[in-house]
Structures are given as structure tokens and as C-alpha cells.
């Protein structure tokens, strides 16, 4: 996901204002409304001028991305699967 890399890589990032992306960023990047002609416009001049802005959202970045592990998916996955297995095994 083209939003968790930039977090990982302390990249400021701006990105559409929808359910997964605002869970997975979760406030360490500037969301913006997708249905508004001029919020992405917005977004990315209010990065380019802001600099503290792009500072913390750097700064946070790379600890939120630190949550998203092939470990932490696998165990997550798993669990979704004993889960399963015991609704279907009664």
C-alpha cells in the first residue's frame, strides 16, 4: 500500500479521506475529501508551504507504519481462522 510505504519512510503524505486509508494512516498523514475538486490541490500546497506540518507527520509516520508487520498480518490472519474453524466446528 502506496500510503504505509510512505509512512515507513517518513514521507509526508496527503491522501483520500476514506475508511482504510484514515484507519492504516491513522493521523500521521493529511487526509483530504475525494469527492472535492480542490482538496487534493489544497492538501499537497498546504505540504509543500507547512513546515512543521510535514515535520510531525514525518516524524510519525515511521511509528505508525511499525504496526503493519508480515508477523502482526499473519497472527491476524490466524486468528480470523481458529475463529472460523471453531464457529464451524460448534
Known amino acids: 500500500m502506496p500510503v504505509l510505504e ?5 514521507i509526508p503524505a496527503a491522501c483520500s ?5 484514515r484507519e492504516v494512516s491513522a493521523g500521521a498523514a493529511l487526509l483530504f475529501d475525494p469527492l472535492d475538486e ?3 490541490r489544497d492538501a499537497l500546497l498546504r505540504l509543500s508551504a507547512d513546515d512543521p ?3 510531525d507527520l514525518a516524524a510519525a509516520g515511521p511509528r ?4 503493519y508487520t ?4 499473519a497472527r491476524a490472519t ?8 471453531r464457529r464451524v466446528s460448534g
Open 6 to 10: 510512505a509512512l515507513a519512510a517518513g
Open 17 to 21: 479521506d476514506i475508511p482504510p486509508l
Open 38 to 40: 480542490t482538496a487534493l
Open 53 to 55: 506540518l510535514r515535520r
Open 64 to 67: 505508525v507504519a511499525a504496526r
Open 70 to 73: 508480515w508477523e502482526a498480518a
Open 78 to 85: 490466524l486468528d480470523v481462522l481458529v475463529s472460523a474453524a
